[in-house]
T-cell receptor
Framework: DAGITQSPRYKITETGRQVTLMCHQTWSHSYMFWYRQDLGHGLRLIYYSAAADITDKGEVPDGYVVSRSKTENFPLTLESATRSQTSVYFC????????????FGNGTRLTVT | DAKTTQPNSMESNEEEPVHLPCNHSTISGTDYIHWYRQLPSQGPEYVIHGLTSNVNNRMASLAIAEDRKSSTLILHRATLRDAAVYYCILLNNAGNMLTFGGGTRLMVKP
């Protein structure tokens, strides 16, 4: 099915562990984004990518690593998870052009114990 | 990035029209005005976008000021399912660092 999918939907991990959140889109969109949303708050941009092998920091990149070896995939890795990274993570993609809308995944709810 | 400002919250009665304002005084000529909404426990979803002219779709209407420094999302008849946080953001061809403000939390009363 065409769309943008995130996995897993839910993840519980322990402090200090590495965890990777996956994001896959089937449209071949150039731009991809990772946001986090803490309970009761707005979306904050972690990292974004304009194309394969091009990534850049957003508002809150510390503690996160991204890669984009293929256009359709944009994994987000927490190298050593901390409790402050407990959040809901949303991946999004869009095509080039100002009129192209953002498409969001359903989110990954991450709990760090 | 050009920023947007929106009221924190608004209230509406069911089946009445709702006008959600957004100010974007530093908008550039290539910025498109986009609106998204986020229902409880869901990811944001696209609502509507425009460049200069007013736009209509099945979900809503978008009214853009002549100087493009503000816009209004219009829900013609609010339903309980329209209760959500509505975000107004500006997108351009560069589409790079897309940040969201706090949005407007719309509450719909039966």
């Amino acid at each position: 099915d065409a769309g943008i999918t995130q996995s897993p939907r839910y993840k519980i991990t322990e402090t200090g562990r590495q965890v990777t959140l996956m994001c896959h889109q089937t449209w071949s969109h150039s731009y991809m984004f990772w946001y986090r949303q803490d309970l009761g708050h707005g979306l904050r941009l972690i990292y974004y990518s304009a194309a394969a092998d091009i990534t850049d920091k957003g508002e809150v990149p510390d503690g996160y690593v991204v890669s984009r070896s293929k256009t359709e995939n944009f994994p987000l890795t927490l190298e050593s998870a901390t409790r402050s990274q407990t959040s809901v993570y949303f991946c999004a993609s869009r095509d080039t052009g100002g009129g192209s809308p953002l498409h969001f995944g359903n989110g990954t709810r991450l709990t760090v114990t | 990035d050009a920023k947007t400002t929106q009221p924190n919250s608004m209230e509406s009665n069911e089946e009445e029209p709702v006008h959600l304002p957004c100010n974007h005084s530093t908008i550039s000529g290539t910025d498109y005005i986009h609106w998204y909404r986020q229902l409880p426990s869901q990811g944001p979803e696209y609502v509507i976008h425009g460049l200069t002219s007013n736009v209509n779709n099945r979900m809503a209407s978008l009214a853009i000021a002549e100087d493009r420094k503000s816009s209004t999302l219009i829900l013609h008849r609010a339903t309980l399912r329209d209760a959500a946080v509505y975000y107004c953001i500006l997108l351009n061809n560069a589409g790079n660092m897309l940040t969201f403000g706090g949005g407007t939390r719309l509450m719909v009363k039966p």
